[in-house]
């Protein structure tokens, strides 16, 4: 599937390639402006009511076992929708993937480092019972938990349409498609880049144009294309969690192997087995990426400086100089967008009750 | 100088009973509807530039020690100020006292469940340095780190008057003060029982004002008084931070020691090693006390009904039936006041590189 999108992306990059080089338009979905519009899928339409709920499963750390944790600690929306640290650490665990960020997640065609989800759905469901992450061990668990606070149990009702007084409304399912809908609407609109896909020409500075047109020269546009820079999103010519993933490193053995310890982990293969996914890892957006330090699946690069030379030489053997470095990171800088204002939700209570006493013992 | 305390809230309240026996006014400050507006110390003044870079700072994870924890994990502004768990955990670090509530905060005279800090700007600078906490070590090291991002440095020169180019505007002092100024912003006016006390008879139920002067008769109120409901709250009277605690349990040797493990954290004494102060902890508020479960030093008590039982018997040998405990308790649900919206901040970036990746290994 890999190697039929490249073919595609190579006619549409010989096309698109064409376009620009007669200085016209950007008008091929190889290169886009972000929609000020995230997608829904089909099985889990977008309501107000929905998202406000998914706001509040968001950030509510009752979704953990020992109620400590929301999603937002590690995918920190005050900042850039992921966190600081190398890797993941929630509780006494230590993940070993950097959190990636939720801006523009709907635009995304799969989820996780190593593409293992294939909805925001799944990976939502995953992390939740995940031991390593939010740990509740099993849905049962979760919903039960939920049903004791009345106000999730009216919000899951009028969000689902299902009756109050009703069972059935919290469940997993529902669980994962409020939290999805939330996130569907992270997005970032209107980044310097984007005025200048769309005609502005000085939207962004000289030193970024180069960078763009080195970009696409050296062939960091074969992976990173469309809207995220990121692949194919899912659309009418992909479905949804259709999935798109490369190599990393594609050339193994170079300097930076050692020195950031890029080989070790081997990627998708180890959720597929299948030896044709060694190395294979989901393609990050880049959306937004001078938000998202440390770089790399384990977040041992720093600086964005250093992804982009890391970059250069291990996926196309090139090596770039100090000013081809600052004009690419000049040209990513210019994909940091309009960061929507986020109202802190108002958690529903249990009134005079903790759910947690037991279970904050049980965790230590 | 809590015996001092002690005698004048007795002629206090004889004067305050008196009145409301005649069922006229709540005009003595015994009892009193919380402020619409906090309280700043003299060298602390609001200022709007202030109170914004505090709110940064309070929801930035940068200012623990792995980039992980911000003050608003355990202190979640989204829910009841507090947190759902027992005690306070940090990373790898499990606290023995659970996390107060901040709401109304700048109407406490002491901080700390054992009144260790005298005012929130110490409080603040104590928990970012505490090892235990946020970790950060020295002084110097949290300092040095927020100089490397811009928006702090442009942020501190404008709320303190500093020079934008000079140094100094980040400081230990100015960092608590901004996060102080923030927290002491933290009221939830307009409670069902302060719409009470001023006047508005059918406020709260027939219920909650026998619990109130269930509360009241029995004696809960010669602790639990002024706008807090957790002894002086600082003012002319009063400086800030001279501190307000008593004995718990006052009568040791019920049967709610055990079972709940009252009597292990001897309190204050371990701060000052005074005799005097063996099991005597801050009076802690009541505002909002049906969002900060689970209750006590410990956190140990799940349920606010149980939590009144507790203090009936442990406080003043008193065992209430489950009528009293359902009243006591609806008075105490009188107590929620309005929560205000919070809009998430901003973090200001440091652009294209992590501060965190070498913490991030160090703390694990």
């Avoid at 850039?80 to 993940?95: E, F, K, N, P």
């Avoid at 062939?219 to 692949?231: I, T, Y």
């Amino acid at each position: 599937m890999t190697n039929a999108y490249r073919q595609n992306i190579s006619i549409f990059l010989t096309a698109w390639l064409s376009l620009t080089l007669c200085g016209t338009t950007f008008a091929f979905d190889v290169i886009q402006a972000l929609p000020a519009q995230p997608l829904f899928p089909g099985d889990n339409p977008s309501t107000a009511a929905k998202i406000e709920l998914g706001k509040q499963l968001f950030f509510d750390p009752r979704l953990s076992i020992d109620g400590r944790f929301s999603c937002n600690v590690c995918h920190n929306l005050a900042a850039g929708g992921d966190d600081d640290g190398a890797v993941g650490r929630i509780s006494q665990q230590r993940l070993n993937r950097s959190a990636p960020t939720l801006w523009n997640v709907s635009h995304m065609s799969t989820y996780y480092w190593d593409a293992r989800a294939r909805s925001l759905e799944e990976q939502a469901t995953d992390h939740l019972l995940d031991p390593r992450v939010m740990a509740m061990g099993t849905a049962d668990a979760l919903v039960q938990r939920l049903n004791q606070i009345a106000g999730y149990r009216q919000a899951f009702a009028g969000a689902f349409n299902e009756n109050v007084s009703g069972k059935g409304a919290i469940s997993m399912p529902n669980i994962a498609k409020a939290i999805a809908a939330f996130e569907r609407t992270l997005v970032t609109p209107n980044s310097a880049f984007d005025r200048y896909v769309k005609g502005d020409k000085k939207a962004i500075s000289e030193s970024a144009q180069r960078g763009f047109k080195l970009f696409d020269d050296t062939g960091c546009l074969s992976c990173h294309f469309g809207v995220n820079f990121a692949g194919p999103a899912p659309g009418p010519a992909l479905n949804m969690g259709d999935g798109f993933y490369e190599l990393f490193p594609n050339h193994l053995g170079s300097r930076y192997d050692e020195k950031y310890d890029l080989a070790s982990d081997i990627g998708r293969y180890q959720v597929t087995l299948d030896e044709r996914h060694k190395y294979m890892w989901r393609v990050p957006g880049l959306r937004n990426i001078e938000l998202t330090a440390p770089y790399f699946h384990n977040g041992k690069v720093a600086s964005l400086d250093e992804a982009v030379r890391i970059m250069a030489l291990t996926q196309l053997k090139t090596e770039f100089n100090q000013q081809q470095v600052n004009d690419v990171v000049a040209f990513l800088k210019t994909l940091t967008g309009e960061i929507p204002s986020i109202t802190l939700p108002r958690l529903p209570e249990t009134e005079g009750l903790s759910l947690m006493v037991g279970n904050d013992s049980a965790a230590k």
